[in-house]
């Protein structure tokens, strides 16, 4: 199995929703199905199928969180030698030079991407196209409004 890139704040934001539902959730979870089960003829107890429901859905999600980190190439963009150039976990401020708006992303794995967080995947259009430039340097970008140009004002390694 290939190795999925990860920063540490990503891995760290994932450890800690599997934390919370392996020592709240799931015990909650478990005290509702008891309580549910002490009222009785389960067949039309809907407080104990909800709670089931639950119980699986939460399970699902530690199962996948537990993939997620195993499969996870933790990288720590404080320690990356890149020379100035752009590279994984990146911070990047560009400015568009068809609007001129300045605008700030961090190169993150696919899974912890979040535009409304200046946070885009590794794998989106935009960062395979800075990847390897340097500050300075002007890359043309095919989006899905079409043709952008951006402009990298600088390049943080936090």
Known sequence: MNKVP???AGAEKLKAELNRLKS???PRIIQAIAEARAHGDLSENAEYHAA????????GRIKEL?????HAQVIDPTTVRANGKVVFGATLDLMDEHNGQQVTYQIVGDHEADITAGKISVSSPIAR??????QGDVVDVQVPGGQ???EILDIRYV
């Open 52 to 59: 089931k429901e639950q119980q699986g859905f939460i399970e």
């Open 6 to 8: 990860m920063t540490v």
């Open 66 to 70: 537990e993939h997620k980190l195993a």
């Open 148 to 150: 952008r140009q951006y």
């Open 129 to 134: 196209a800075l990847i390897g430039k340097e």
């Open 24 to 26: 709240v959730e799931r």
